[in-house]
């Protein structure tokens, strides 16, 4: 098959798949790193109105790592034939001595993974039942991942009843040639019925897509679409497959056994998915992510907005921006049993970047939303510095070849100055080509260093 080429194409990659953002960022040479086994919390008695605006509690996420089987494109960190009996009740332990590190009410609760539905009924009423201690809003997100195969009738309804709200599938296809070259333990009538059995219990449902597989129907996304959509869903979230190191896709295509990923056929892939989901009643509001109006995640959206979250379970990450500007976050050790042994003084490893990268931080992964966009004069300030005359050169540059647009707000904040050519206060927003060239924006920004730091 003769290989598709663009002329004047940019060569930068397609959008990536959020859950791949931080390997592509990277971490900044202005991170401070300290590898501890333990942190000091916040007083869990403060007065909400006397902690910074960024310390305050929008989320908290667990990490379930359980699977029952290894996805062959995966490399998110995850165990597999490892019992779950009392996983719930170290989840409790790590709860009740770090739940002081954020101001609660959380506004949303998300168990990713690994395989949340690994997890039984019970178990996952027990974690809900266990976060509302300390505080969930009476309208809270209660989401979790779940896999096609281990839903039922039975147990849609006991998410429900055990307060979840939202549910987000691992489907990534509908054609049954596709999971099969995915390695996916589900088939096209496996999926259905999960999708109707969640949305008739009351669950918001979302999937996940994977688009951009070698030798997949020029059909498929449409067909995709139309499915789901027909199903109840209001939420899909599209990622191009990638080749990660170490996965054992790397392998199978080595031996031949499957065809090398196509870059152009993967861009054209995420530009028919952007093209047809409007059809379908799906806005683009993230790089990776389109929702019936309303029926946005409320989660995702406050990792790319700066909002705090507390990380529980092995492997899981927790952030906030603390009163000095500064951007930290906490990485819990990635070992299971390590974890389960004392999940209370688990390893952990915790960053403190300087106000200046975790603004750029700040812009780049804001950008991502694609209907709020970000405000940098309003991300200074919450970080306590100023926009570099190169964090606005990156933006400009984005904007001249047509990756950001900005909305013009002279009270936002000062404009470039002498030389820059043009207003830097507003709020400034990914395209939708941009969005097909997120990562190569979200690098650019990240570098805008100047010469003073």
Same mark, same amino acid.
């Given at each position: 098959?003769?290989?598709?080429?663009?002329?004047?194409?940019?060569?930068?990659?397609?959008?990536?798949?959020?859950? /791949?953002?931080?390997?592509?960022?990277?971490?900044?040479?202005?991170?401070?790193?300290?590898?501890?086994?333990?942190?000091?919390?916040?007083? @869990?008695?403060?007065?909400?109105?006397?902690?910074?605006?960024?310390?305050?509690?929008?989320?908290?996420?667990?990490?379930?790592?359980?699977?029952?089987?290894?996805?062959?494109?995966? %490399?998110?960190?995850?165990?597999? !034939?490892?019992?779950?009996?009392?996983?719930?009740?170290?989840?409790?332990?790590?709860?009740?001595?770090?739940?002081?590190?954020?101001?609660?009410?959380?506004?949303?609760?998300?168990?990713?993974?690994? $395989?949340?539905?690994?997890?039984?009924?019970?178990?996952?009423?027990?974690?809900?039942?266990?976060?509302?201690?300390? !505080?969930?809003?009476?309208?809270?997100?209660?989401?979790?991942?779940?896999?096609?195969? =281990?839903? +039922?009738?039975?147990?849609?309804?006991?998410?429900?009843? /055990?307060?979840?709200?939202?549910?987000?599938?691992?489907?990534?296809?509908?054609?049954?040639?596709?999971?099969?070259?995915?390695?996916?333990?589900? =088939?096209?009538? *496996?999926?259905?019925? @999960?999708?109707?059995?969640?949305?008739?219990?009351?669950?918001?449902?979302?999937?996940?897509?994977?688009?951009?597989? #070698?030798?997949?129907?020029?059909?498929?996304?449409?067909?995709?679409?139309?499915?789901?959509?027909?199903?109840?869903?209001?939420?899909?979230?599209?990622?191009?497959?990638?080749?990660?190191?170490? $996965?054992?896709?790397?392998?199978?295509?080595?031996?031949?056994?499957?065809?090398?990923?196509?870059?152009?056929?993967?861009?054209?892939?995420?530009? &028919?998915?952007? %093209?047809?989901?409007?059809?379908?009643?799906?806005?683009?509001?993230?790089?990776?992510?389109?929702?019936?109006?309303?029926?946005?995640?409320?989660?995702?959206?406050?990792?790319?907005?700066?909002?705090?979250?507390?990380?529980?379970?092995?492997?899981?990450?927790?952030?906030?921006?603390?009163?000095?500007?500064?951007? &930290?976050?906490?990485? $819990?050790?990635?070992?299971?049993? @390590?974890?389960?042994? +004392?999940?209370?003084?688990?390893?952990?490893?915790?960053?403190?970047?300087?106000?200046?990268?975790?603004?750029?931080?700040?812009?780049?992964?804001?950008?991502?939303?694609?209907? /709020?966009?970000?405000?940098?004069?309003?991300?200074?300030?919450?970080?306590?510095?100023?926009?570099? #005359?190169?964090?606005?050169?990156?933006?400009?540059?984005?904007?001249?070849?047509?990756?950001?647009?900005?909305?013009?707000?002279?009270?936002?904040? #000062?404009?470039?100055?002498?030389?820059?050519?043009?207003?830097?206060?507003? *709020?400034?927003?990914? $395209?939708?080509?941009?969005?097909?060239?997120? =990562?190569?924006?979200?690098?650019?920004?990240?570098?805008?260093? +100047? %010469?003073? !730091?």
């Amino acid at each position: 098959m003769r290989r598709r080429r663009r002329p004047r194409r940019p060569r930068r990659r397609p959008a990536p798949a959020a859950r /791949a953002l931080a390997k592509i960022l990277g971490r900044g040479a202005h991170e401070r790193k300290l590898a501890v086994a333990g942190h000091p919390p916040a007083d @869990a008695a403060a007065d909400v109105n006397e902690v910074p605006t960024g310390r305050r509690a929008r989320g908290v996420y667990l990490h379930v790592p359980f699977c029952r089987r290894r996805c062959s494109y995966c %490399d998110f960190y995850f165990e597999v !034939g490892h019992p779950t009996a009392g996983f719930v009740a170290s989840v409790a332990l790590e709860a009740q001595a770090r739940h002081g590190e954020l101001v609660w009410p959380a506004q949303t609760l998300s168990l990713g993974g690994g $395989t949340p539905s690994q997890l039984g009924v019970e178990e996952l009423a027990r974690i809900v039942t266990r976060v509302r201690h300390f !505080g969930l809003d009476d309208d809270a997100e209660v989401a979790l991942e779940v896999n096609p195969e =281990d839903v +039922d009738e039975a147990f849609a309804h006991g998410l429900r009843a /055990a307060g979840f709200t939202r549910a987000s599938v691992g489907l990534q296809s509908l054609d049954d040639d596709v999971l099969l070259w995915l390695g996916r333990a589900h =088939d096209r009538a *496996r999926g259905m019925a @999960a999708l109707r059995a969640l949305v008739d219990a009351g669950l918001d449902v979302g999937v996940d897509l994977i688009v951009g597989v #070698p030798d997949e129907r020029p059909t498929r996304v449409d067909d995709d679409l139309a499915r789901v959509v027909d199903a109840g869903v209001g939420h899909v979230s599209a990622y191009v497959l990638t080749i990660e190191p170490g $996965t054992p896709l790397v392998q199978l295509i080595a031996r031949g056994r499957r065809r090398r990923v196509d870059d152009d056929a993967q861009a054209t892939a995420y530009e &028919r998915f952007q %093209d047809r989901a409007p059809a379908h009643g799906l806005l683009q509001y993230e790089v990776s992510s389109w929702a019936r109006p309303g029926r946005e995640s409320r989660h995702n959206r406050l990792y790319w907005q700066r909002g705090a979250y507390l990380g529980l379970g092995p492997g899981a990450h927790s952030f906030y921006v603390d009163d000095d500007g500064r951007a &930290r976050r906490r990485h $819990t050790t990635a070992r299971l049993e @390590a974890w389960r042994a +004392d999940p209370v003084r688990a390893a952990a490893e915790h960053e403190a970047l300087d106000p200046a990268h975790s603004l750029r931080e700040a812009v780049a992964f804001g950008l991502r939303d694609l209907q /709020a966009g970000v405000d940098p004069a309003a991300l200074a300030r919450l970080h306590r510095t100023t926009v570099g #005359p190169a964090v606005w050169r990156a933006l400009e540059a984005a904007r001249s070849r047509g990756d950001v647009s900005v909305d013009v707000d002279a009270a936002s904040g #000062p404009g470039f100055g002498p030389g820059f050519g043009g207003p830097a206060a507003g *709020r400034w927003r990914l $395209t939708a080509r941009g969005a097909r060239f997120a =990562d190569g924006v979200a690098r650019d920004v990240l570098g805008a260093v +100047d %010469d003073a !730091g």
